[in-house]
């Protein structure tokens, strides 16, 4: 021991979970893989397009606006690289790329740079991009194409390369989304073509299945909070199963909203996004139960087919104050003792 | 016990994490002795508490077990000397956080027997509860599961109190550590004779000891030695950090919830450490003060791993020599590596509250967990804490050194910093420490206050 012994000084505890964020980060990527595939599958090259343009540009907005503003990189957290994968999924097949592009920069720039980066954001980027273009482009955003299958992968479905602002190309074979053959026409998509994916649709839409092999992966390993998607869940099927006892004729059952459009999408992967949900379980309940219900109320009520994009938007803005409402009482709350106190007098 | 009633789980507390337990190399390893180092050195304060009062002067020579400074006040303890020597100096010494403080230097004598000092035996029979109280403190006993709390304090009952439960705490979650674990295989006789004399102390009608159940051995052992006579019970509750707190451990064994800024007694519960109780059985009889502590020596840079019978007051240098440290150690702590300290300074002394010595070589694991990323708000953290705070709240209120919001709303005073937020946190960010920080602004905003 002649030689002079250099001590690290820390402060405990010296043990730590090694699972950082950036590693959770990549696992609710490869947990979308799944459906990720499935989308390829059903829509073939255009959906890979459609990804692939919407995680370069996530990469890029956010690695300009590093080099910009002199900070350190930060796209390795891994964080812009899903909210691109994600944002590609919420879209429709047929979208021109330009429009990929842009809505990626928004959905990065304004939906979490200018919060602050990762962590400080109020809105789930990924649906704040998508919200920007459903208000910009709004025909192109519900016009779908019918899923074909693998053996189709390199038809083109749509006018991918249009030219920025040139007049929207509407896709020549468009059909509608169950959802809105529910709205409008009163017709049901059976649960099978629900349920597997064979159904027009956005990228991330079309298989329930496959969403659920991911999310279930999520909960078990506890990247996600399971507790909101069951609520959400639970939400969707008492309600829906209310308005469809009362009426039977114009209300889906409850099967039907849970398998249809992008609740799966957006009850698994949107919902659970950890920056923009509350931290206390009691939250996380709340909030799934208020998305639930404002998916039901406007697929049912509202003007649009769909309304899981602006159900978990609007709980995303009141996760915050749900945060303070439902803060669990501490171990030894005074307020315990004091019951206990009243009961023995 | 509710617990177990309605389902299979054993006992335990709600929220907390499941770090890996590292106790494999030293479990089994019988308490050795260990030789006297060349100097010790005995800080005055070694409790939490007034610090002792030397009644010892320098070039003295003095006994193995003699007094060598006196309580000073309740809540404070005697020092007694650790070995046969000679007094070489009365001064400061180095203490644990690296800052010099009052302490006595001694210097062995090397052919000494080392026969320890015999004083007035305390019989259990006889004696009443003040007067155990009284020879408790007497005898220099601390908590010796870490914290250094004056056991005798603990067991005065205040007015208008009363315990009817004294619960041993065998849990050792501390990663690493198995002295606890080799004392209730090794010192079951003296851990029931400590038992008559705290349950006398503090009027309790039973006793429970609370083992984690990685410790099966121990709680079979516990169990053939309780007499017949002795209103004892052991019980496994589930491996779970921290299951070792005082509340937890409450909550594991009685479901009751200790009051948010209140003492176990408020719960009719008093918790004392096995290790501290064996102490307590093995002094009182002989009148002895306490020289020495069984202490887990372990980690990657040490050759020797094992329990030990190390003598307060031994320098650290001394230590890891003798359990064969490895040359190039670059980080060692006092106690475990959850809630323990990581030290400056080799020269710093084993004292009364260290239950291990950890010794790490590895540098290049401990830089690459360093980058901080922003809070996710995963609430990973929100459900480890085992006192249901919201360490993900209080971390961003820290950041912003919002310290009284931090106290007033988030009940940061609760926190009593086993860091498993810290440990969970995939942000790595460093929660515990922050609060830490915190509360040290706070009081010593405080103790401003007052002087003003």
Redesign the interface.
């Known amino acids: 021991?002649e030689?002079k012994?250099?001590?690290?000084?820390?402060?405990?505890?010296?043990?730590?979970?090694?699972?950082?964020?950036?590693?959770?980060m990549r696992q609710v990527i490869y947990s979308l893989l799944p459906a990720a595939a499935g989308a390829l599958w059903f829509f073939g090259i255009s959906a890979l397009l459609i990804m692939l343009t919407a995680m370069l540009f996530a990469l890029l907005t956010e690695g300009v606006y590093n080099k910009l503003t002199g900070r350190a990189n930060t796209l390795r957290?891994g964080?812009a690289l899903l909210t691109g994968l994600l944002l590609a999924m919420t879209l429709p097949p047929g979208i021109p790329l330009w429009m990929v592009a842009l809505g990626t920069f928004f959905a990065i720039a304004i939906g979490k740079l200018i919060f602050g980066?990762?962590?400080?954001n109020i809105f789930n980027p990924a649906l704040v991009g998508r919200a920007f273009l459903q208000a910009s482009f709004p025909v192109t955003l519900t016009t779908w194409v019918a899923p074909g299958n693998g053996l189709s992968f390199m038809q083109w479905r749509s006018a991918a390369f249009t030219l920025p602002f040139v007049r929207e190309k509407v896709a020549a074979v468009s059909t509608a989304t169950p959802l809105s053959m529910m709205k409008f026409e009163g017709q049901l998509t059976p649960f099978k073509a629900l349920f597997l994916g064979n159904s027009a649709g956005s990228l991330g839409e079309t298989s329930a299945l496959l969403l659920l092999l991911g999310g279930i992966y999520m909960a078990a390993r506890?990247y996600i909070?399971w507790r909101i998607p069951t609520a959400l869940f639970a939400t969707v099927i008492v309600t829906a199963s209310a308005l469809h006892w009362l009426n039977p004729e114009t209300y889906a059952p409850f099967w039907f909203h849970l398998f249809s459009g992008g609740l799966m999408l957006g009850a698994l992967f949107m919902a659970t996004d950890?920056?923009t949900?509350?931290?206390?379980?009691r939250g996380?309940w709340l909030f799934g139960a208020g998305i639930g219900l404002l998916v039901v109320v406007i697929r049912t009520f509202g003007g649009l087919p769909e309304g899981v994009m602006y159900a978990i938007l609007l709980m995303n803005g009141v996760s915050p104050l749900l945060?303070r409402i439902a803060?669990?009482?501490?171990?030894?709350?005074?307020a315990?003792?004091k019951k206990n106190e009243a009961h023995n007098e | 016990m509710l617990h177990s009633m309605f389902s299979n789980h054993l006992p335990t507390f709600r929220h907390g994490i499941h770090p890996p337990q590292f106790k494999d190399d030293t479990k089994d390893k019988p308490i050795r002795h260990f030789p006297f180092a060349p100097v010790m050195v005995i800080p005055l304060a070694q409790h939490i508490g007034k610090p002792s009062v030397p009644v010892v002067r320098e070039g003295q020579e003095v006994v193995r077990g003699q007094l060598l400074a006196r309580a000073d006040g309740f809540v404070s303890v005697p020092q007694h000397s650790p070995a046969s020597g000679i007094i070489k100096k009365i001064g400061r010494v180095p203490g644990i956080t690296g800052k010099m403080v009052p302490g006595i230097y001694l210097e062995p004598f090397p052919g000494s027997s080392q026969e320890v000092m015999e004083g007035r035996p305390v019989d259990v029979e006889t004696a009443t509860a003040d007067d155990i109280i009284r020879a408790i403190q007497d005898a220099g006993i601390v908590g010796l599961g870490g914290a250094a709390f004056p056991t005798h304090v603990k067991l005065k009952i205040p007015e208008g109190k009363h315990a009817d439960t004294l619960i041993l705490n065998g849990a050792e979650c501390e990663p690493y550590l198995t002295t606890d674990h080799r004392v209730m295989l090794e010192q079951a006789p003296d851990i029931m004779t400590g038992l008559r004399y705290l349950l006398k102390a503090t009027g309790a009608p039973r006793a429970i000891i609370g083992v984690e159940s990685n410790k099966p051995d121990a709680a079979d052992n516990l169990r053939a030695h309780i007499p017949p006579d002795l209103p004892v019970t052991v019980e496994l509750v589930e491996v779970k950090y921290p299951q070792g707190a005082e509340k937890m451990l409450i909550t594991a064994l009685l479901g009751r919830e200790v009051p948010s800024g209140g003492l176990p007694i408020d719960v009719n519960a008093v918790v004392v450490n096995v290790a501290t109780c064996a102490e307590v059985g093995r002094l009182l009889p002989r009148g002895r003060g306490i020289q020495e502590r069984v202490i887990t020596i372990t980690g990657p840079g040490v050759e020797k791993k094992g329990n030990y019978w190390i003598p307060i007051g031994t320098p650290l240098r001394y230590v890891l020599e003798q359990a064969h440290a490895a040359p190039d150690i670059n980080r060692v702590f006092l106690g475990g590596p959850m809630m323990g300290t990581a030290v400056s300074s080799l020269d710093i002394p084993i004292t009364k509250g260290t239950s291990g010595v950890v010794a790490f070589r590895d540098a290049e694991a401990f830089a690459r967990q360093n980058k901080i990323y922003p809070c996710i708000h995963c609430g990973a953290c929100v459900e480890a804490c085992p006192l249901f705070l919201n360490p993900s709240k209080l971390g961003i209120l820290a950041k912003f050194k919002e310290y009284h919001a931090m106290a007033s709303e988030y009940h940061l005073m609760d926190c009593f910093e086993c860091g498993s937020c810290t440990y969970v946190c995939p942000s790595h960010i460093p929660l515990v420490q922050y609060f830490r920080m915190s509360k040290l602004v706070l009081r010593n905003e405080k103790a401003k206050k007052i002087h003003v």
């Open positions: 021991m030689k012994i250099e001590l690290l000084l820390s402060s405990s505890p010296f043990l730590k979970q090694q699972e950082d964020t950036p590693a959770v957290d964080s980066g990762l962590g400080s506890h909070n950890p920056v949900s509350p931290v206390t379980h996380c945060n803060q669990p009482p501490i171990y030894g709350d005074p315990k003792f």
